[in-house]
């Protein structure tokens, strides 16, 4: 509060006036709306509810903006764009580079809608949306915004700034956002909120948005250790993610099946584990992703997972892996690398010098999970090297060398000033880990067993499904039931630890529910409440919504690679993850599946306006009404609509 905003530009010949604080502006704006009989509250009305007209004043239906900003007015007028004239953000403020390429950017996303035609896809098929240049320009159209940011501070992290206000009224636009990142969020959402009426017309609804995300870290994580992704479609997803309002890409970059990260201490890593000697990311690549990333507001935080999830590359370096001996005494192969020579910490500590500061971040991904304990415990060197140091044999001594392991590894980052996230395991293993660590909680949410409405059992992540794991009667909250929600015991034991956490167990986008019964994905993913746990504190205290709210960071959506890579990684994550980002920036109380429908689907043909991949998000021709709400009997194939307004919807983005 307390800054000051600057009116934006628009065609007009009146005097202008000075610039008003933008809290004074926000006060009178909001006023002024809420005076009026026809408002709508947060959301607009219907598109069936109002007429459509062009000139200086009109209106348009619901709102279609993603993820849904956390406290806004609108009502059901516009102000139309200039049909002459380009449209243009412009600086004002503190002056930067990333901001001067950020209304670049966003005022060509503008402009390319005023030379195109497209609608929704909400209103019934073969809607037609021309451009209506016929109409000439008239006070009070809409040609740019000014973005005012008030501080030159652009250092992404956990405790950045990304809060925005946006005012549009008849006198003009403004944003102002404490920091760059803030002032691309509110070019975000008016771009979102350019609509074009059936005429061809583009107008922007009259709205005061004052808006911040819910939780400061909204990621994905990509796997390019199962698959190579080309960094063209890694760059291709950093403006998909921009358009959500998502802020960190957990970078999986290496894994057993493959090593593409090419080092310069140890080139024998990619030139033995890269599946060829062009699917490989270079110090240039890295660099080049990482800077797209930061001029979009986003941090990339590397992971090399270990000491388990290795061979390739590593395999080149003797003496690293642990050699594992079937009963018999022959070799079996390897396992994970091997805590018991000191070698390997030299070698990680080289690394970990190279590859985090090319990341140029505050954090690390240390990885972590599903180390397998056996291929120590059939090597004799290293179960002899457990028992010199008094930790007795099993797994319980297995444990203790990888709790070892860790400590080490959490030593070597610390000396180059380096906060760490790690998988759950641990914390699960009782690791006395930093407190600035941020636990990211990936078991109990991906796998289910339920049953459908037909009384059929649906499977997703497990072998098979006992009878009572195979319960609820239809709907979303019976057919798609996390299994068992342990993913809430990990998060509450971490909360009432102190640590912070990332949840990402319920948000394994590699996983599809597809082809039971036309039903749609992503409300699985949208239905789920981060902070749906229970947490004790030491003293025996039950923490309540504050603290349980704080000790969350962020969601985290997920898109392991078995069974993807560039040629369709883009279309199977998009535009799914919007309700995993919508999770993560609006309020709690947002929750609405209908209403997210009609969002998501706007979202999805916003994205492919944009030349961006992403796949539908209904089955086609399954039958809803305008608001959302899916129609009684509407399931694809029925010859005809079953009442009146239920129309075939949400399958396409009409051009």
Known sequence: ??????????????????????????????????????????????????????????????????PLPSNFTMSGETVPLSPTSPFDFTATGIASTTLTAAVARFSALVNGRMGTTHTHGNDARGQDARRGRGREAVVGDLAGCRVNVTTANEKLGLTTDEGYTLTVDAAGCTITATTVYGAMYGMETLVQLVTRLPSGSLVVPISAVYDSPRFPMRATMIDTGRHYYDVATILEHLDSMAAAKMNVLHWHIVDSQSFPYVSTAFPQLSEHGAFGPSLVYTADDIRQVVAAARARGIRVIPEVDTPGHVWAGFAAIDGLLTTCYNPDGTVAGTGPLNPTMEGTYTFLKTLLAEIVPLFGE?????????????????????????????????????????????????EILADINTPVMCWEELFDNGLDLPTSTVVNVW?????????????????????????????????????????????????????AAGYRTVLSSPFYLNVQNYGSNFDEDWPYLYAIEPTAFNATSGDGRALDAAAKEASVTGVEACMWSEWVDSGNFASRLWPRAAAVAERGWSTKETTSIDDFRRRIHAFRCELQRRGLRAEPVVAGGTFFYANGTACVGGTPNVLGPPHPGCLPRFSACLA
Not at 13 to 31: D, Q, Y
Not at 363 to 373: A, K
Not at 388 to 396: H, Q
């Open 1 to 66: 509060g307390g800054v000051t905003g600057v009116s934006c530009r628009r065609r007009s010949m009146v005097t202008r006036v000075a610039p008003l604080p933008t809290t004074v502006l926000g006060v009178a704006f909001l006023v002024a709306l809420l005076s009026r009989p026809h408002i709508a509250g947060a959301h607009l009305q219907s598109r069936a509810e109002h007429p459509h007209h062009d000139g200086a004043v009109g209106s348009i239906g619901a709102v279609e903006v993603v």
């Open 362 to 410: 505050d954090m690390f991904m240390v990885g972590g999970d599903e180390v397998d304990y056996s291929c120590w415990l059939s090597n004799p060197e290293v179960v002899q090297w457990v028992a010199n140091k008094g930790w007795g044999s099993g797994s319980a001594a297995m444990q203790k060398l990888e709790s070892l392991y860790a400590q080490r590894l959490l």
């Open 443 to 495: 078991r109990g949410g991906w796998e289910y067993c339920a049953k459908t409405t037909s009384g059929s059992t649906v499977v997703r992540g497990k072998t098979a499904c006992s009878p009572a794991e195979s319960t609820g009667g239809g709907g979303w909250f019976g057919r798609m039931r996390v299994r068992d929600g342990s993913w809430t015991h990990t998060m509450g034991r971490a909360a």
